[in-house]
């Protein structure tokens, strides 16, 4: 392992594809994905269990009706969720949570721009169709939990059922995803010395502050 | 595209490079830790063999799991001494400054960093939580991220964004007797909706917001995130730096702020800036706002009518019906008499001290409700030691509120205090959501601190400006 990380495998996410989850309703925040008190841990291990909690048990530890408890989605791997998803608190144990149930891929209306941004650091992509057309898929998923979609991040569609939609990526996101440079810390760390100078012209940043040149 | 705006200038300012993803690495000035959100990333920094690049650019406290009752360390909650154990042991290794209860420094980190002058106008801001947004009060451009990103900010001390629009909302005119901050932006996230802002970065302009003090500023910047802006902010004046010299960076280093005054002066919004959007709002038509429903966005003048789901926008209808069962309000009645069971007055929206003077007032010579649980938790600990030789905390005590130490506490029920049952909580906070204090079946109706007071003593949402009308009879 080299000192500045510059190994760590970065995988590109053209294409994902698998059986769909339909997660219906707006503003669901990320309280809702994963409620604080899950929260009390110094790692993401183990939080895929507690993916909407509150919403999937009673007090008594009891199924709720919700996707995420039917036997039928237990493979599902393709969220479908409607606008605003992940508004609300920056907590990245929510895409966290999603993830480690076995979500590796996202289509809505919308994304809160904070949860869509620690989406694409894991490596998951948030696309979005208008209403009629999530709610289209939403409608499928329900008669087809085993059914395949495909998500084609690069060329922007969603394949199910013998039909292709048109889905949009955001640019940067697309970029990220496909040429696998969504991991930003090993690409960010390389600008080193262009970082430092933009730091000496800054007139609040002191010089005691900015490290040395390694 | 915006031009000659404050955030154009800010970031033109702090932009490194543009990244083959077409996103712009940002130098970012001053990074905020706490406990909940940094553990996995330096975590992440270890299993990488990584350390921080920027340790003097970064601050900590402890805030978001720190009980605000018994502090004997090891704290009782045994996650709560994990996570602080952790964070020490970070920042040691680090060489990171660290606001902790010792130090009689440690509160919100939205509270803290204003205080001791670390927020500054022209500087980036970041820090793994969404209300990051508040530091725009000062004219930063201030923004929540997640904590792959933090990682990111210790590691190189850049992040990576895409640039986004500016909206100006214009807010003009005077605000009436009990009307507040808090109601200038639960109105605009009435009227412009939970995701309106997305995409955008919000400057607050206008004669409303020239009038409020740095504390009120911070209240709106507060909840830009809660309209869908990640980021909003208040060009600098004469206000801001009234409160920046006081503080504890510029009594230390007064030579400083000469120094930074033309740089400061040289980021504010030009006179002929071009924005992507603009929004007036009128401050003289304003009321004390509160939510009935299970976003910020489903607010309400307290006087006016709980909207008819059917009455609202397609998209809406749904949200609001689930939102007004959860609540079990009745459209067509106002807000007012809504029996509430806990009043938290506290959260880094509205726990700094004109916030706990001004509910103070209200509370002065009267009692809590019999059927009220009423807390205040300060800020932070300056805070908090300032109101107690104001003697604002035997007011509250002696009415029966309970004193707390600084902490976000009940605003995300992460620590002991949380909501119970199906409990109504008459709160100074700024998120609504479901579960968001601590109980599932909670009911939260989001207001302004006198708002809360007033709701304390009643037992109900009440009209503050009706008690204070009685108070000059």
């Known amino acids: 392992m080299t000192d500045d990380g510059d190994d760590v495998e970065i995988p590109e996410v053209d294409y994902v594809s698998g059986s769909g989850v339909p997660i219906r309703g707006n503003d669901i925040d990320t309280d809702q994905i994963i409620p604080a008190r899950f929260m009390k841990v110094v790692t993401f291990d183990g939080l895929g269990e507690f993916a909407f909690f509150d919403v999937r048990f009673d007090e008594d530890d009891n199924q709720k009706d919700h996707p995420f408890n039917e036997d039928r989605y237990q493979d599902s791997s393709v969220l479908v969720v409607n606008s605003n998803f992940g508004c609300g608190s920056s907590r990245e144990h929510a895409p966290q949570s999603l993830m480690r149930w076995g979500i590796d891929a996202i289509i809505g209306e919308s994304f809160a721009e904070i949860f869509a941004g620690n989406c694409l650091a894991l490596g998951i992509p948030t696309v979005t169709a208008d209403s009629e057309t999530i709610q289209d898929l939403q409608d499928w998923v329900d008669d087809n939990p085993d059914g395949k979609i495909d998500v084609d991040v690069e060329a922007e569609t969603v394949t199910y059922g013998g039909m292709t939609v048109d889905v949009t990526v955001d640019d940067a996101q697309r970029k990220a995803l496909v040429d696998g440079v969504w991991d930003t810390t090993a690409l960010m760390k390389s600008n080193a010395g262009a970082v430092r100078e933009k730091a000496e012209e800054l007139p609040y940043v002191a010089d005691a502050a900015i490290p040395d040149a390694e | ?473």
């Not at chain 2, 205040?376 to 130490?405: H, I, M």
């Not at chain 2, 109706?445 to 009209?463: C, F, K, S």
């Open chain 2, 1 to 473: 595209m915006s031009e000659g705006t404050l955030y154009d200038k800010v970031w033109d300012r702090h932009k490194v490079t543009t990244l083959p993803t077409g996103q712009d690495q940002l130098f970012i000035g001053l990074h905020l830790i706490h406990e909940v959100t940094s553990p996995q990333a330096f975590g992440m920094l270890r299993e990488r063999d990584l350390e921080v690049a920027y340790p003097e650019l970064t601050h900590a406290t402890v805030d978001h799991i720190v009980p605000t009752a018994n502090r004997d360390r090891p704290y009782e909650n045994e996650a709560a001494e994990t996570m602080m154990a952790e964070l020490e042991e970070n920042v040691r290794e680090a060489g990171i400054e660290f606001s902790d209860p010792t130090t009689g420094d440690q509160g919100i980190v939205h509270v803290i960093g204003p205080e001791q002058g670390l927020t500054q106008p022209g500087k980036t801001i970041v820090c793994g939580d969404s209300h990051t947004s508040t530091h725009g009060a000062f004219g930063a451009l201030a923004f929540g991220i997640g904590t792959s990103q933090i990682r990111d900010v210790l590691a190189t001390g850049t992040v990576a964004m895409e640039k986004q629009k500016v909206r100006k909302i214009q807010i003009d005119g005077e605000l009436d007797e009990g009307v507040e901050a808090k109601d200038i932006i639960l109105e605009i996230i009435r009227r412009l909706g939970t995701e309106g802002g997305v995409g955008y970065v919000y400057e607050y302009a206008g004669s409303a917001i020239e009038d409020l003090g740095m504390e009120g500023r911070m209240s709106i910047c507060n909840m830009s995130i809660e309209g869908g802006a990640r980021a909003g902010y208040v060009n600098p004046d004469e206000t801001t730096y009234e409160w920046l010299e006081e503080t504890d960076y510029f009594q230390e280093n007064p030579e400083k702020f000469e120094e930074l005054k033309p740089y400061w002066e040289s980021i504010r919004s030009d006179e002929d800036a071009e924005y992507d959007d603009v929004v007036r709002i009128d401050a003289d038509e304003l009321e004390p706002v509160v939510t009935w429903g299970t976003t910020p966005g489903q607010g309400v003048g307290i006087t006016d009518p709980i909207p008819a789901p059917e009455d609202l926008p397609a998209d809406k209808q749904d949200t609001a019906r689930r939102a007004q069962e959860h609540m079990r309000v009745e459209p067509g009645e106002t807000m007012e008499g809504y029996e509430i069971d806990v009043a938290f007055l506290g959260s880094c929206t509205n726990a700094r001290l004109p916030d706990l003077r001004r509910a103070a007032e209200i509370i002065d010579g009267r009692q809590v409700d019999d059927d009220v649980r009423a807390l205040v938790v300060p800020g932070s600990q300056r805070v908090q030691e300032t109101a107690e030789k104001e003697g604002l905390k035997d007011t509250f005590e002696e009415a029966g509120f309970e004193w707390r130490n600084a902490g976000c506490s009940m605003c995300l029920g992460m620590n002991e205090d949380q909501l119970e049952g199906d409990e109504a909580c008459a709160s100074s906070s700024n998120r609504n959501f479901i579960g968001r204090q601590g109980s599932k079946d909670g009911r939260t109706v989001l207001m302004n601190p006198q708002m809360v007071a007033a709701a304390a003593i009643n037992g109900t949402v009440t009209d503050v400006r009706d008690l204070k009308e009685v108070t000059t009879v």
